[in-house]
């Protein structure tokens, strides 16, 4: 082989290499749809709804009962398990 063949095949070498790596610097448009999250949030806005009226009136009972009271129905509970 010839001396000057040896180096232009290097120097193609390295044109080809530059071009490759500079050709990953380009900068590139990419679409994104970005679809809307609000289905998520009405969904546990209903669920949430939909269990506060649901537990309304247990809450309600439960404002009534007094401490005293309480303990009075758990303590004949757990003397009806024995």
């Given amino acids: ?41 009405d969904v546990n806005v209903k669920i949430q709804q939909e269990l506060q009226e649901k537990f309304k009136k247990t809450d309600e009972v439960s404002k009534e009962i007094s401490d005293k009271e309480a303990e009075e129905a758990l303590s004949k509970y757990l003397e009806s398990q024995k």
């Fill in 1 to 41: 082989m010839k001396p000057g063949g040896i180096m232009a095949r290097a120097v193609l070498a390295v044109m080809c290499l530059s071009i490759c790596i500079l050709a990953g610097c380009l900068w590139t448009k990419h679409e994104i749809e970005v679809k809307p999250m609000h289905v998520i949030v």
